[in-house]
């Protein structure tokens, strides 16, 4: 018998943390993994890659401490534009002044400053904006010499040393991935991540070189936090596996007026093929020193949910806030929440997606219909490249989505799609097996009760990629000749 200690969410939609300062040892990733993570990310714009590959030693051992499979997201951290230095650390503005940012390494004043990036140099143009300090500070380019700006300062009162900086409504001729991302791409890669979320997407080339560096040694999840990335976002979704958005950065881009659509929008799209989507930073930012959210995040935390998201994310406030497990336990409670409310069940329902007239997609959509129909306790599927879970993810059952699969990576990989509770299972020869299989996890892993119904979708003959091709009703309980132990 398996003596595991089964963890079982009250919940469909994930949660997915960040490692960092605050959450290093093992006995907090644990904690946080009891209190509700389902993914963690480790960010690699922080840390070296000793200390990632121990957590994610620490993260693979709670895999074999419980009976619930998790996935680890390695973030790169993409191109990071920086201003250079000033004598003093900093200077004072004024609205109207005009400062010289030109390639010169030597500290600056409030007359001129280092912009390090030539290639930032030749794509701006006079009439161009710069967004600085998470646009607390805007200027705007008067003239542009062979290897100088002269830019006009419209908002800001002060800007200090190696402020990162943003430009908005350019397509910037710079890689989304940098030498460091390569390398930092092959450690993560090498220590068995199960996601690669890609900064500074700006159009689909950007994730086809991704995809070929990874060669599906691990899922692409494309980070939306470009302007570009918006204007082009059908072909990047088309080539990735997963999409975060990561609204930090695109609200310093866009309008924040302009977010909350977009947000709508993409997470509508992305969940329309199946694909995770995770919306992203700044949702309980105030408790990286609070023990207790604002009213506002909570009520940002529950839009998403109430989107459609598959995975709500928390950054700082796990990675270096004073309150982590209390910032994991407030976002579950608001994604139980919103599940439990009417208003939740009605929005899924009235914008799920069309079936794509594919026999495997029919199966899916026929299971979901017949679980609400008649009150299952799960929904239960066999997969081997994950795609049956997600085409069952992306119709937001009420119940869990039992997976069952011969593949450990697909396991992890659907930890972030939501309300799927996968099990990495020796293969099924016959639907018969199959059958039996999915009534004993059904049980034994915390989501159906003897005499419960569960509905069953596989292919045959098993092993094959997209051939979901059978469904059956089965009560659990009666069905117990396959051991789980």
């Given at each position: 018998?398996?003596?595991?200690?089964?963890?079982?969410?009250?919940?469909?939609?994930?949660?997915?943390?960040?490692?960092?300062?605050?959450?290093?040892?093992?006995?907090?990733?644990?904690?946080?993994?009891?209190?509700?993570?389902?993914?963690?990310?480790?960010?690699?714009?922080?840390?070296?890659?000793?200390?990632?590959?121990?957590?994610?030693?620490?993260?693979?051992?709670?895999?074999?401490?419980?009976?619930?499979?998790?996935?680890?997201?390695?973030?790169?951290?993409?191109?990071?534009?920086?201003?250079?230095?000033?004598?003093?650390?900093?200077?004072?503005?004024?609205?109207?002044?005009?400062?010289?940012?030109?390639?010169?390494?030597?500290?600056?004043?409030?007359?001129?400053?280092?912009?390090?990036?030539?290639?930032?140099?030749?794509?701006?143009?006079?009439?161009?904006?710069?967004?600085?300090?998470?646009?607390?500070?805007?200027?705007?380019?008067?003239?542009?010499?062979?290897?100088?700006?002269?830019?006009?300062?419209?908002?800001?009162?002060?800007?200090?040393?190696?402020?990162?900086?943003?430009?908005?409504?350019?397509?910037?001729?710079?890689?989304?991935?940098?030498?460091?991302?390569?390398?930092?791409?092959?450690?993560?890669?090498?220590?068995?991540?199960?996601?690669?979320?890609?900064?500074?997407?700006?159009?689909?080339?950007?994730?086809?070189?991704?995809?070929?560096?990874?060669?599906?040694?691990?899922?692409?999840?494309?980070?939306?936090?470009?302007?570009?990335?918006?204007?082009?976002?059908?072909?990047?979704?088309?080539?990735?596996?997963?999409?975060?958005?990561?609204?930090?950065?695109?609200?310093?881009?866009?309008?924040?007026?302009?977010v909350p659509a977009w947000q709508k929008k993409i997470v509508r799209m992305t969940r329309g093929t199946g694909k995770p989507i995770v919306v992203a930073t700044q949702m309980l930012e105030s408790m990286i020193e609070n023990a207790r959210p604002t009213r506002a995040e909570a009520s940002d935390v529950a839009t998403a949910v109430y989107d459609g998201t598959d995975a709500v994310m928390l950054s700082a406030e796990t990675a270096a806030g004073q309150y982590p497990l209390e910032a994991v336990e407030i976002m579950d409670r608001i994604c139980r929440s919103v599940e439990r409310d009417d208003l939740y069940q009605k929005l899924m329902a009235a914008d799920r997606p069309a079936n794509i007239k594919d026999p495997s997609d029919a199966i899916t959509s026929s299971a979901y219909h017949i679980a609400q129909d008649i009150g299952v306790a799960c929904i239960a599927n066999f997969t081997a490249s994950g795609s049956t879970a997600q085409r069952a993810a992306r119709m937001r059952p009420k119940q869990p989505i039992l997976t069952l699969s011969q593949s450990k990576d697909t396991t992890r990989r659907l930890a972030l799609s939501y309300g799927v509770h996968a099990i990495h299972v020796p293969i099924a020869t016959s639907f018969a097996e199959s059958v039996s299989m999915a009534c004993t996890y059904a049980i034994t892993e915390g989501l159906a009760q003897k005499d419960d119904r569960l509905v069953i979708t596989a292919g045959v003959p098993f092993g094959q990629t997209g051939t979901t091709n059978s469904l059956r009703i089965a009560t659990a309980g009666n069905n117990l000749d396959y051991d789980a132990a």
């Open positions: 018998m398996d003596e595991r200690i089964k963890i079982i969410r009250q919940r469909n939609t994930k949660i997915l943390a960040t490692l960092g300062p605050a959450s290093a040892t093992p006995e907090i990733i644990e904690q946080l993994f009891c209190t509700g993570v389902d993914a963690f990310r480790l960010n690699f714009s922080h840390g070296d890659h000793a200390d990632h590959a121990e957590r994610v030693q620490y993260i693979r051992a709670l895999e074999k401490k419980y009976a619930r499979t998790t996935c680890i997201v390695a973030d790169m951290q993409g191109p990071k534009l920086r201003l250079g230095t000033f004598a003093e650390g900093k200077i004072a503005l004024t609205k109207g002044m005009t400062i010289r940012l030109d390639m010169d390494p030597a500290p600056g004043d409030e007359n001129r400053v280092c912009l390090p990036h030539p290639e930032v140099m030749g794509a701006l143009a006079v009439g161009s904006n710069i967004l600085l300090d998470d646009g607390k500070v805007r200027f705007r380019i008067q003239e542009k010499g062979d290897d100088y700006l002269v830019a006009e300062v419209l908002a800001g009162s002060r800007l200090s040393d190696r402020k990162g900086f943003n430009i908005p409504n350019v397509i910037l001729p710079i890689d989304a991935l940098t030498e460091k991302d390569k390398i930092d791409l092959e450690a993560a890669l090498s220590m068995g991540v199960d996601w690669i979320a890609q900064s500074f997407v700006q159009t689909a080339d950007d994730v086809k070189y991704a995809k070929d560096l990874i060669n599906g040694r691990a899922a692409l999840m494309a980070k939306i936090e470009k302007p570009s990335a918006l204007e082009s976002f059908s072909e990047i979704l088309e080539y990735s596996d997963g999409i975060m958005l990561a609204r930090g950065d695109l609200g310093v881009e866009i309008p924040p007026e302009q």
